[in-house]
């Protein structure tokens, strides 16, 4: 996947270093050289121009990607003219950012596929963390339905899939089961992932389950309801 990042602040920093070390091609722009030399060494190409002008916005690949992220925070202008230059390119998918209401009906006004709130998702991060125990990551499907992966509960260790009968007793459907390893910096890695584990396998206190289904059984399944 190719992607374009444009705005380097803190949030499209953070945007273009997680994609390209995910293994997206990232072209990450911003109006200031400081932005763009903190990024440079983790991104595909990094450069400095106005993506406010639809000439600037054209070079350097950036209407070939396949999604561009309108991230540029301090001058709600430049975003606007941003969407509205990527969508006349004809980049098949724009993200933008909208620091309020206001903003986003505009942005979705001029074109922008999918607007979003950093703020307003790291919120809703921070509910199902606090929601839903030993939460690792999560994907809103709808609203109070989630995809969530979480560490087995230790009253599941060494019980079959079959035994726990997810669907029928919990309400819950099992996406993927992956094995978990930890590193001597403290940080985990997949060591094993199974799309479509057996009934038979046993749980392991290793184990990560992809689950689906509503905020209120998934927080019953970890111990909260």
Known sequence: MKCAIIGLGEFGRAAAIGLARAGAEVIAVDRTMQHVNVVKDEVSLAVQLDASQREALASHGLAEVDVLVAAIGDNFEAQVLAVVHARQLGIRRVVARAANPDHRRVLEAVGAHEVFDPEEEAARNLVQRLTISNIKNYFELADGFSLVEVRVPKSLVGKTLREIDLRRRH???????????????????????????????????DNVLALAGSVVDLAAFMGWG
């Not at 978990?180 to 890695?189: A, F, L, Y």
């Open 171 to 205: 309400r819950l459907n099992l996406v993927a089961l992956k094995r978990v390893e930890k590193r001597e910096d403290g940080s985990e890695t997949v060591v094993a992932f199974d799309p479509v584990p057996s009934p038979e396998v046993r749980l392991a206190e």
